[in-house]
């Protein structure tokens, strides 16, 4: 099978601009997670969806968003950018409803300058 | 409050030795505790992961130990080898997620010398 696939894997915005991402699960996986990897605070859980339905979210501010599409292709924004927001933005598909087994993708880069 | 500690940050091992390292968790409704290999460039890979029913689990060179009255869990990395280097991160779950989703370690960045 297919692993997870991220688009763009690096892309550069400027400050006040948005940004969608995008990521296609492994097929067959119904659950899509997001998570923000820098070297200060690591990997951090931004939120997850399951048949189209957000399930979980993390503490993030709402310029963080996301949805899924009922082929389980799942899309983040991130809206009004911020320097701090430069990161690598990771995507997690797993088969079930829980959060195990969840396998990732090689990321989005963002840079915002 | 970080819900897994991990250690070391950094941990540098002669070929052929056993890398160790730990974690250590508070939340008592994490139910389910993967490791993951990272490597530059690239998203994290799932290695090898423990249910709290169980004390040891190994795959291959990787082994998983795991204290629950401790509330602790540890990789070990037998026969280590320089293809090993990499970053390792441990993780916490619960059944339902929740707003931690899959919890991580800070990572251990690990170097096997040759």
């Known amino acids: 099978k297919a692993g997870v696939t991220q688009t763009p894997r690096y892309l550069i915005k400027t400050r006040g601009q948005q940004v969608t991402l995008s990521c296609s699960p492994i097929s067959g996986h119904r659950s899509v997670s997001w998570y923000q990897q820098t070297p200060g605070q690591g990997l951090q859980f931004l939120f997850e969806y399951f048949s189209e339905t957000q399930r979980n979210k993390g503490n993030f501010p709402g310029r963080f968003s996301g949805r899924q599409f009922s082929n389980s292709r799942s899309e983040m924004n991130v809206s009004t950018l911020e320097l701090g927001d430069s990161a690598l933005y990771l995507c997690a598909s797993s088969p079930g409803q829980a959060l195990y087994e969840q396998y990732f993708g090689p990321g989005t880069r963002l840079t915002v300058t | 409050q970080q819900q897994v500690k991990q250690s070391p940050q950094s941990l540098i091992v002669q070929k052929g030795g056993i890398s160790i390292i730990n974690c250590a968790y508070e939340n008592t409704a994490f139910d389910y505790f993967p490791w993951y290999q990272q490597f530059p460039g690239k998203g994290p890979a799932l290695l090898i992961a423990i249910r709290p029913d169980v004390s040891e689990k190994k795959e291959g060179r990787f082994t998983i130990s795991f204290n629950k009255s401790a509330k602790q869990f540890s990789l070990h990395i037998m026969d280590s080898q320089p293809g090993d280097s990499a970053t390792y991160f441990c993780?916490?779950?619960?059944?339902?997620?929740?707003?931690?989703?899959?919890?991580f370690g800070k990572g251990t960045h690990l170097i096997i010398q040759p």
């Open positions: 993780a916490a779950s619960t059944p339902g997620g929740g707003a931690d989703g899959l919890t």
